[in-house]
């Protein structure tokens, strides 16, 4: 497997299912689409071990700040362990929003 192969890919249009273990903030560098230049920005990091219903070890790295909110509730305590999240993204780029879903796990 390569080694993008290890993080999740939210295509437009596509509905996900995701169970996440941990998470941790990463500052990291990109190449700005608009700009071209290099800036450093500060990424929350969804370690997921269930996608789709099957076992994975693999990482959601979430750069858009619509999904990063969609999210924030439920940091605190890693209240996320007791919930499956579906993600569906809606177009590409900057433009992207995103529709999440919360299911109680049990």
């Known amino acids: 497997m390569s080694i993008l192969g290890n993080y999740v890919r939210l295509e437009d249009g596509v509905r996900k299912r995701f169970h996440f273990r941990d998470h941790m903030f990463v500052d990291r560098e990109i190449r700005d689409p608009v700009?071209?230049?290099?800036?450093?920005?500060r990424t929350l990091t969804m370690f997921v071990d269930e996608e789709d219903g099957v076992k994975v070890d693999k990482v959601l790295s979430?750069?858009?700040?619509?999904?990063?909110?969609?999210?924030?509730?439920?940091?605190?305590?890693?209240?996320?362990?007791?919930?499956?999240?579906?993600?569906?993204?809606?177009?590409?780029?900057?433009?992207?929003?995103?529709?999440?879903?919360?299911?109680?796990?049990?």
């Open 35 to 41: 700009l071209g230049r290099v800036k450093t920005v």
């Open 62 to 106: 979430v750069v858009q700040e619509k999904l990063a909110a969609a999210l924030a509730s439920y940091l605190p305590g890693k209240r996320y362990v007791n919930f499956t999240f579906s993600i569906l993204r809606q177009g590409v780029g900057f433009r992207s929003e995103f529709v999440v879903g919360v299911e109680p796990r049990g």
